[in-house]
């Protein structure tokens, strides 16, 4: 199962071969920059260069080059590949983004020709986190390449590209070792991608991909008249996930992003990703395995909180004292002798029709995060109180 695993990953993605063993996708990224450091040291100018379609006059320069170890990471590719780089012993530098939250390619080449003689590897996230096709992605790929780097492509965002193919890896006879401490890394969760990749098929596959991208793309356009969208694609549209710029509430009614997170969870949803890749917004990936009715449902949260806001706007409700500021609700705060709000407990608990037929309850109100971060707290007992508890119970 695990053999025939990696052949469907080799056909939609391209590369030769395939790895099982990383746990997860930063121990994926972790691997891939392994991979690229292994090329640029030992790797064979003949068998791999040419199936990376890296000039020959680089791949010669390349093999057995080990002072290459400067990694160039957009702003707008995934959280986790500047800590991965680091583990792998590379010297990170940062290139920014233009206004339609592409990569800023000039600023980009630059990075690569002042580094041209330690350069390793740029790491992409295609699309990007802010939600757009990179429009000049080749012209990415070759000024890397022509420059002695090599590619490596994240693939958090993997769900809206896997019906355009991928590049073949090298050949690669020097082996890394191992990346985890089992053979198959996480066994278990091996058969779940299995199942899914050979009941889907490549149409369903395709059809996943195309359904995200519509699914991500109909939710912008039913938020865009209450929310700022921050990125598009030339045509207008996003990729398979959208940036919803909660930035200028801060100054209208001293809304954060955190307030609608939790207001969000009064309304029976799970906030999506906040305040990351831009500080101040939320990140809305949708998937293709939900339904319009919840998609709907969702959008209809979102722009009843933006009414909310607007009473705080207007004056109508306080700016410190509202019902985002107070969200979430728990069952504790609702039922309590004392009810010091000024709006009511079915408003609060609530907010929308279709929750008094299926709620779900947050189990606590709002939280000091920062706090938490900053300081340790233990909420186990004392192991004296423990043994007498024990006693008690069992005397």
Request: proline share 6%; hydrophobic share 40%.
């Amino acid at each position: 199962m695990f053999n025939e695993l990696g052949e469907l990953l080799c056909t939609i993605t391209g590369f030769d071969s395939f790895s099982l063993q990383p746990n997860a996708g930063a121990a994926g990224e972790y691997t891939g920059l392994m991979v690229i450091r292994a090329i640029i040291r030992y790797g064979d100018a003949n068998s791999s260069i040419k199936r990376l379609l890296i000039p020959a006059a680089v791949a010669f320069k390349a093999r057995g080059d080990h002072h290459r170890n400067v990694c160039i990471i957009p702003v707008s590719a995934h959280g986790t590949n500047p800590a991965s780089a680091a583990m792998c012993g590379m010297k990170i530098i940062s290139v920014g983004t233009d206004a339609k939250g592409n990569i800023n390619i000039e600023e980009l080449r630059k990075a690569s020709e002042a580094n041209k003689d330690n350069l390793s590897a740029l790491m992409v996230t295609y699309p990007s986190t802010h939600g757009v096709y990179e429009e000049g992605i080749d012209e990415i790929c070759k000024i890397i390449h022509d420059n002695g780097g090599q590619l490596y492509m994240d693939g958090a965002n993997m769900n809206a590209q896997i019906s355009t193919g991928g590049i073949p890896a090298p050949e690669q006879s020097q082996p890394l070792g191992t990346i985890s401490a089992a053979p198959w890394g996480s066994a278990l969760i091996l058969p779940i991608s299995y199942t899914y990749i050979a009941m889907m098929g490549s149409k369903g596959l395709t059809d996943a991909s195309k359904i995200a991208i519509l699914n991500a793309n109909y939710m912008a356009k039913r938020l865009e008249n209450y929310y700022p969208i921050l990125f598009r694609g030339v045509n207008g549209t996003v990729a398979h996930e959208f940036i919803v710029d909660l930035r200028g509430f801060k100054n209208t009614a001293g809304i954060e992003p955190e307030d609608v997170a939790k207001r969000l969870m009064d309304k029976g949803f799970h906030a999506p990703t906040m305040s990351w890749p831009v500080p101040g917004t939320l990140m809305i990936e949708p998937t293709e395995s939900e339904s319009k009715a919840v998609l709907d449902r969702f959008c209809d949260a979102l722009i009843s909180i933006r009414e909310e806001i607007a009473e705080i706007e207007k004056g109508k409700a306080d700016i410190h004292n509202n019902v985002l500021k107070g969200a979430p609700h728990p069952p504790s705060l609702l039922v309590g002798d004392a009810w010091t709000k000024p709006y009511s407990r079915e408003y609060a608990a609530f907010p929308a029709s279709w929750l008094r037929v299926a709620k779900f309850w947050p189990s606590s109100g709002r939280v000091d995060n920062v706090y938490g971060d900053r300081n340790l707290i233990c909420t186990l007992l004392a192991v004296s109180q423990v043994v007498e508890e024990q006693a008690a119970a069992t005397a």
